[in-house]
């Protein structure tokens, strides 16, 4: 069976890759922690758009979970075409408040899932001379974000890794692209106790989100920022030296994010 792989597919932005690709005919497999939610979105994709959808209740979090998953896609005789790697999760505050474990956590979900995921997919894309690879970062990938210390390094590690690895393998017919959206209506604010949207920024859907990315990834781009507003902070930013972003993101994330009485650390499946 050919089939979209989609990680954090439980909920918002990739939830909503699995909706779409659904709507375009593809069959599925759905990452996420919650099985209860994905054996429920599998049923209904399934049933509305007459394509098979199976998933792996699975934590990629975990030590060889990336090794896990790809043996058992090949196990139920699953060739993914496209990969999307999706999950992630943030936290918000003084980087010295927040608990270590949970920052090497977000590290191995970020970055180390996310490289072991690409590798083991990536090899058979080769071999065969086609395949598909999102890789899901964010626009706070292009400068230091203050309270979102390791969250924004995770990002602009994945940013920098994907554009390097679209340049590598377009010679072999597989397309590696970065998806950067900024704000998104998910649960991420919400479940985080703080404000449901970001300092001046527009909050996008994550249907437009992955509009965006399927467009850009048709045309074969490198990498790719969604929404028009998000694009022009990120090329406006670039006029600025890197130490005063850093100084007017503290400024206007201290008073947001950082006056609550502890730190608080939110998950987020994008």
Request: with cysteine; aromatic share 8%; net charge positive.
């Amino acid at each position: 069976m050919n089939a979209a792989l989609i990680t954090g597919a439980s909920s918002g932005i990739g939830e909503e890759f699995a909706r779409q690709l659904a709507a375009r005919g593809a069959n599925l497999v759905l990452v996420a922690r919650t099985e209860v939610k994905l054996a429920q979105l599998c049923a209904e994709l399934g049933a509305r758009h007459g394509i098979e959808a199976q998933y792996v209740a699975l934590d990629l979090a975990e030590a060889e979970a990336a090794a896990r998953l790809f043996a058992e896609t090949e196990r139920r005789g699953v060739r993914v075409e496209t990969l999307i790697n999706n999950a992630a999760f943030g936290a918000m505050g003084d980087f010295i408040e927040l608990e270590l474990e949970r920052q090497l956590r977000m590290i191995d979900l970020n970055i180390r899932s996310l490289v072991a995921l690409t590798h083991l997919y990536l090899k058979p894309m080769r071999a065969r001379g086609r395949g598909e690879i999102i890789n899901v970062a964010s626009t706070a990938a292009y400068q230091p974000v203050p309270y979102m210390s390791v969250y924004a390094a995770t990002k602009a590690f994945v940013l920098s890794f994907s554009e390097a690895l679209w340049a590598e393998n377009r010679p072999y017919g597989v397309h590696v692209m970065a998806l950067c959206p900024g704000p998104t209506e998910t649960n991420f604010f919400a479940a985080a106790g703080v404000e449901s949207r970001a300092p001046f920024r527009a909050m996008q859907k994550p249907s437009d989100v992955v509009r965006t990315a399927l467009a850009a990834l048709e045309r074969r781009r490198s990498s790719v920022v969604s929404g028009w507003g998000n694009y022009l902070l990120v090329q406006s930013e670039r006029l600025f030296p890197r130490a005063t972003i850093a100084r007017a993101i503290a400024r206007a994330l201290k008073n947001h994010y950082a006056k609550r009485d502890q730190p608080t650390f939110e998950e987020k499946t994008r």
